[in-house]
């Protein structure tokens, strides 16, 4: 797609949303959406994660790492990660958690895996940013998850951006498995795109991972087993009862209004911006999470 | 400079470096620095911001802002941040510290200035990247901040990357000055380069900023006074006695070295990366920062 056509495409949006020539900011695009621009969160691809501070909500990513993220629903639902803990927390990187001890059992899922970094990007569903990106051909959003093609459209990938969920591994590509989880809690570490299964993305809750006590020893780990934050339980949405879960709605990326707001990132419209950019990166377009609204 | 050319600059610094063909690491080009590829922060343009956790250090970048610097330096030498506060902590985005009251006098120095948004090109060393950036259409590296210039090259601006401090602003372009002050601690707001005057950026001590608990109010401002975290001092390294000195080097960006550190960074020769990613985007060029070593 060229940039023109695109940003025609995004005039349009603009012009259907407002019916006038008035270019919108965010929060105009957010207001005047309606129900069908927000969808809900499936519960049988939703993790809770309880902390002692709260609850962390991790969105799963099966049409990028089936295999994963069957794997990490199975070691859930065993009670795998129930009482481990986060044993890693490096400053503007990651959070990281799993069996720091190693002693842990599995007893029906998969200690590894075959890594999962890309997929064919055929039937993959792809809004593309205009911008040019450092790191891949293309890049944009598919089912709510930042995204990236290389040049020619034939794989895909998900993107590290700020709150990324990824199967941690050691050094063969497929030592991982989904039984260390990492989240991104800093600058978009891109360079581990296609290098690490992407999992999911947390949708709520970041910053409880975000203001953890940074590890002083390498790459960030505690050093002594006492600093390490306990995991209460994780559990899959589902399993939870109704009354217990958080009803929560993602803005859809596949709509003339996920068009609009990419354009109101793009071009900074409200007064306070003297420079209006015009551009932007991947990373910089967060993706609206909100309460199911009462109806 | 053409992507070719640097990158024929990059193999002969690495070459000059090692003497052999093996690709360097990041902690390569470390481990085989040599004193002069290090620099002193130079005391007169360093604050030690002292927070009840710990020290805060701030190189100041008079090359970009040289108005707002000697403003800063104003404000900091006539006590006016002392006993002030950080108001403001916005998950992946920024604190803010300042005034929350707007009760403190200025004696000596101004209260807001003319935007220093950017600055002509001329005269400003940079040490280009070869890949394509969304923002800029040139980003590279200056006396140690990371900085952008127009493909024309006629302007050069420092860019908001995790760990660059700022003056906070209102409305109009020149309602800052550098009473309020903000540092980035999440993924790069590169929106906001030349919408906001950049003063320097934070050398140590960020993680003491980045996990202080998240404002619940509007821009992640502190909802009640009690929240706020003290600011017991800012002072200018130069007049704080040399015993209390933090004494640090900083990573020099106009040598082979540093050359040879972008070609680390972009190639990843290390084995657990299984794509060695080639590009490197400007803010995951971190700066490395170290004690002075004792000779």
Known sequence: MTGIAFRSALLAAATLMLGAAKPLTTADVISQSTASDWRPLDPQQTLYLELPAGRVIIELAPQFAPKHVAN???????????????????????????????????????????????????????????????????????????????????????????????????????????????????HSPRHLDRNVTLVGRVVKGIELFSVLPRGTGNLGFYEKPG??????????????????????????????????????RRTRTDEWFKYKVGRVELCNVPIPVREVPKR
Not at 163 to 170: I, N
Request: hydrophobic residues 40%.
């Open 227 to 264: 600093e390490r934050v306990p995991l209460r339980s994780i559990r899959v949405a589902a399993d939870v009862p109704e009354a217990e879960r958080t009803p929560l709605e993602i803005f859809r990326t596949d709509t003339p209004a996920f068009t609009a707001l990419i354009e109101a």
């Open 72 to 186: 990490i629903l199975a070691l859930v639902r065993e009670g795998y990660f129930d009482g481990l803990a986060v044993m890693r927390v490096q400053d503007n990187y990651v959070v990281q958690w799993g069996d720091a001890d190693n002693k842990r059992e599995i007893r029906t899922a998969k200690k590894t895996l075959n890594a999962e970094f890309d997929r064919p990007a055929k039937g993959v569903p792809f809004t593309a940013l205009p911008d040019p990106d450092t790191y891949a051909g293309q890049v944009g959003f598919s089912n709510g998850f930042a995204a990236a093609r290389d040049s020619a459209g034939g794989t895909a990938w998900l993107a590290h951006c700020y709150g990324a969920v990824g199967a941690g591994r050691d050094t063969d590509a497929s030592s991982g498995g989904g039984t260390e989880l990492y989240a991104v809690i800093g």
